[in-house]
Structures are given as C-alpha cells and as structure tokens.
C-alpha cells in the first residue's frame, strides 16, 4: 500500500493492498557482466523527494538509497531510508532492506517503520467509497515485515514472512454517522497483529526498479494466530501477476491483482483499493472491504534525455465476497505522467503522475515505476 510510500515516498513496493508498508525492492542486474572491478557502492541516491498523494496530502520526503553487490555474481542489493511529512500533519520514518546473496540463490527482504496518518474514514464497502461521507481519523503504527527466500528452481523462489503489526486508531472527531460505524464496529482503539505465512515467488524481469521483459508473479498469505501473539485470529492472501514486453520504441507493463481477506480481519487489513500498485485516482481506504480485484495496463516511453513519460488505464472492484463481485460497481483508472530518471546505474525513475478514479482527479510523485 502506498502509506508509508506517500509519506515516506520510497518505502515501497511490493507487497500488496493490504500491507501498511510496501517493501522497496532491489534492482537485477545482468549476471553474466563482469563486476570484479566494480565499486562496492554502486550508486547512492539522495535526494528531498516532493510528496503528492489524495490520502495524506502534499509534503517533502528525505530519501537515502544505497546499491551496492553482495557478491560478484549477485545482483544489486539496497538499503532504503525515508522520512516524511505531510499537509495532513501524517508522517512516518522507515528503513527498508532488499538483500541478493549467493547469486540471486537467497532472497532477505525486510522493513522497519514506524508512521502517524491523519486521513479520512469513508466506512466499509463499495457503497460507502460511492456516498462519499467520511470522518477523520489518525492511525499510528510500528510495522517489522522480515522475509526469506530461498530459489528452488530456474526463476522460482519459495519461503515464509513475518508480519508483526501495533495499529492505534483514534477519531479527530467524535460525531461518527453510525452508516460507518456499523459495518466494522469500535473504530478506536490498539490492535496488535501478529502473524506468518509463505510467500512464493516467481521473477524473470530483466530489471527489477524498471524492467522492460519478462514476469513476475508473487503470492502471499498471512495468518495471524493469538499463538504467535496476534490479538485477534484472521488471514489474508493476495496474488499479483505484472508482465512486460517491449513494444515499439518503450514498453508494456501489465497487471493483474487479487486480495482475500477472512472474517475478523482488522480494519487497516481489508483489501483497500488504491493502495500499493492497484490503482491510481482513488483515496487509499475510500474503497474497502474483504475482496478485490484490478487489473490495469501501462505503455512506458521515452522521450529525450533522462525524461519518459506513461500512459496507463485500469479497472477493479471491492466486494464483501468474489461472489458478490459482480453486483458491486465497476472502479475505473486512466491517467498520464512524467519520469525522470534519477539514478542510471540503478535505474531509479523518479514519477509525477496525474490519474482520473470514479471520483476525482488526483497527482502522484513517488519513487520507482507504478509496478
């Protein structure tokens, strides 16, 4: 989800609309390239990265991003440190790591964050992101998402995660319609979510920060048990398939995407569309609830220099169940925008994006490619 990514625009990725914090990810490099002679720090990106997000507002981001190589035949690992803060008085600091030993044969992935959102509420379902009331609300988290791979196979990787997470949620406002309360209950209050599940993973992007060919196909799950220390006993799965091919003189990038979540499942970890990479235009959490899905397209190309610039277009649904999906309204995504390239050893674009949703126009500027 793009929480901590619109505050502290570059802890990002990957995970899924669920998760508070996206994890950033690591660059590919060609393996069979000679790196003996190469510097341990491959590039270092450093940089006030100005913040536009419809959820928490405008505001100014401190990105630190080193790369650097594990190994001669590994490709680039990083490390990524942000801190931000926004018009909505919401901030957060992180730290991210993304780690490629042994030649891309183990995967440690990790983030430490911790945030305070000031946002608004619209309720849950699809009827509530449609009637357009909302209240404000403030949510602080600690979130610690460690995460180990081990390849299995060809481009295959198979391994567990876990994912510790401590939400306070409390009202700036104490007249609540009771329209959104009912559906989810007591709004305020501290959650402690604890839980582990497998992650697989399957990669054959040439490039990982902006990649023109291949797939990449990743499925998660979690499952928070009051064994492991969660107070509440749910699961969330979520599946994503993104391909790239090139076409012309840029490249096509497309995604699909998938999100469960179980009975009991926390507010903060329903499938909350706009989060993460599915979809531009909407308010992170306008639309919420126990399923989605999205799928969306983008054409990359190139302009002159370190500029590019996108187009791209998409559609999805929440719904309370993939039954029910489709008697709930259609959530449509089109827009336009401008990267620059900000690191060419790495690769690293840095994004202003301008995307249309069922209900407003909204801009972006964020760190990394979409997807």
């Not at 510097?39 to 913040?51: G, L, Q, T």
């Not at 409390?170 to 501290?190: C, E, I, K, Q, Y």
């Not at 040439?206 to 196909?217: T, V």
């Not at 009975?263 to 126990?290: N, V, W």
Request: charged share 20%; with cysteine; hydrophobic share 40%.
């Amino acid at each position: 989800m793009r929480r901590l990514a619109a505050a502290a625009c570059c802890l990002a990725a990957a995970a899924h609309a669920a998760e508070p914090v996206p994890l950033a990810r690591e660059v590919g490099v060609d393996p069979s390239k000679d790196l003996a002679q190469s510097r341990f720090f491959e590039d270092v990106v450093v940089a006030p990265i100005p913040i536009s997000n419809p959820t928490v507002g405008t505001g100014l981001a401190v990105v630190v991003m080193p790369f650097y190589h594990l190994g001669p035949e590994s490709p680039l690992s990083n490390t990524t440190i942000a801190a931000g803060l926004t018009s909505s008085r919401s901030w957060a600091v992180g730290v991210a790591q993304s780690t490629r030993l042994r030649g891309d044969r183990l995967r440690i992935d990790g983030m430490l964050a911790y945030f305070d959102l000031h946002y608004r509420f619209f309720g849950k379902g699809a009827e509530a992101g449609t009637a357009g009331q909302s209240v404000p609300i403030e949510q602080k988290a600690t979130a610690f998402v460690p995460e180990l791979l081990f390849q299995i196979g060809g481009r295959t990787f198979l391994g567990m995660r876990y994912r510790g997470i401590r939400m306070e949620t409390s009202l700036d406002n104490a007249d609540v319609p009771p329209s959104l309360v009912a559906p989810v209950g007591d709004l305020t209050g501290t959650v402690m979510s604890s839980g582990i599940g497998p992650v697989a993973v399957f990669d054959t992007r040439d490039n990982e920060m902006n990649p023109a060919s291949g797939w990449l196909a990743d499925f998660r799950a979690n499952f928070a048990e009051h064994s492991v220390g969660s107070d509440t006993s749910y699961r969330t799965v979520t599946f994503g398939v993104n391909h790239y091919r090139r076409l012309g003189a840029g490249v096509l990038a497309l995604r699909a995407f998938g999100c469960g979540a179980s009975e009991r499942t926390p507010l903060f970890d329903l499938c909350l569309y706009g989060a993460g990479s599915d979809l531009r235009g909407y308010e992170i959490g306008r639309y919420r609830d126990r399923t989605m899905v999205a799928a969306q397209a983008e054409y990359r190309f190139p302009l002159r220099g370190r500029f590019g610039a996108v187009a791209f277009a998409g559609t999805g649904k929440v719904a309370p169940s993939f039954d029910e999906m489709g008697t709930q309204p259609t959530l449509p995504s089109y827009g336009v925008g401008l990267r620059w390239l900000a690191s060419q050893r790495a690769r690293v674009n840095l994004a202003l994006d301008l995307a249309r949703g069922r209900d407003e126009t909204t801009a972006y500027i964020y760190v990394k490619e979409a997807f």
